[in-house]
């Protein structure tokens, strides 16, 4: 078995929302299910897709049973705001994070991110990213998105200046997105950075 759980302390839930990703759903699920520290449930929230991406999940799902992959789809299409904010509701996990459909992790992802939390005893109300890489295809070219480390009073500062961290590379805590109002449906773009700035206020 690729990874190990560990307590419900750590319990952590992926939420994966998609739509019409069937040429890259799988390397999605596939970069999740081969983490070193094994997630205790993939959320995969269908935004009602009409490709054949529901019958890869599915797939995944008869494949991979130890990797607890949960599939829901969306009665209609109502964008990828409402699908991670179903998929909040769903999580068991105390810790949630998000992966974009057309996204991959490194293998240790999970277990740099969670030793981060040890390290520091933090609470619930704390935001843990990661650098990203970033491949422009329609650009050709590539670049890694390097973020700073900021902490208390400063995390509200620093998103007013940029557009925060990517949702894709955080891991948060189920409790404090509920408590900041999840991802506002009503906004139809930036809604990550909206949310951002409501958890950085609870820091």
């Known amino acids: 078995m690729i990874g190990e759980k560990i307590d ?3 319990r952590i839930s992926v939420v994966i929302p998609v739509y019409n990703r069937e040429k890259r ?9 081969k983490q070193t520290h094994k997630a205790d449930e993939i959320i995969v929230i269908d935004d009602c897709s009409a490709d054949r991406t529901s019958d890869i999940v599915k797939k995944y ?3 991979y049973t130890d990797s607890n992959i ?16 179903k998929g909040i509701d769903i999580a068991s996990g105390k810790w949630i994070c998000f992966c974009d459909s057309d996204d991959e992790w490194l293998e240790n992802k999970l277990e740099v991110q969670l030793n981060v939390l040890k390290d520091h005893n933090y609470n619930e109300y704390v935001v843990i990213h990661g650098n990203c ?9 590539s670049y890694v998105w390097n973020l700073p480390v900021v ?9 007013l200046n940029s557009t925060g961290p990517m949702f894709q590379a955080m ?6 997105l509920l408590e900041v109002g999840k991802l ?6 930036y809604q990550e950075w909206d949310t951002s700035l409501r958890l950085a206020k609870k820091m």
């Open 8 to 10: 419900d302390e750590n």
């Open 184 to 189: 506002g449906e009503d906004i139809k773009t």
């Open 133 to 141: 890489k970033v491949h422009d295809i329609s650009k050709k070219c």
């Open 25 to 33: 759903i799988g390397k999605c699920l596939d970069s999740i299910i």
């Open 70 to 85: 949960i599939y829901e789809k969306l009665e209609k299409n109502s964008g990828a705001q409402v699908a991670r904010n």
């Open 171 to 176: 891991l948060t805590s189920k409790k404090a």
């Open 151 to 159: 902490q208390g009073n400063d995390c509200y500062k620093n998103l």
């Open 61 to 63: 799902q008869e494949d």
